[in-house]
């Protein structure tokens, strides 16, 4: 006898999960963050600010945590403190 209890129900749609075939396993979009609509956290604020100070430009303090990785990462390219690619 089967214990169907932990099986998860399937809808029949197309959504998947895990590896998206071509996408780097490591980074998910930050649009697709469950959390990335709440505000930024205090670290991501710290080194944005760090980040602006450094290119010039002043960033709105209101951002989200997508929102925040988003102006971290540009920012990082800007500044050349970004990961090597």
Not at 4 to 28: F, H
Not at 44 to 71: F, H, N, V
């Amino acid at each position: 006898m089967s214990d169907d209890r932990n099986v998860p129900e399937t809808s029949g749609t197309d959504d998947t999960l895990g590896a998206v075939p071509g996408a780097d396993p490591v980074e998910k979009d930050p649009a697709d963050w469950a959390t990335g609509d709440e505000p930024m956290t205090a670290p991501q604020r710290s080194y944005l600010d760090t980040l602006a100070r450094e290119a010039g430009e002043e960033i709105p303090a209101d951002l989200t945590k997508a929102e925040a990785s988003e102006q971290i990462d540009r920012l990082q390219s800007e500044t050349g403190r970004g990961p090597a690619r």
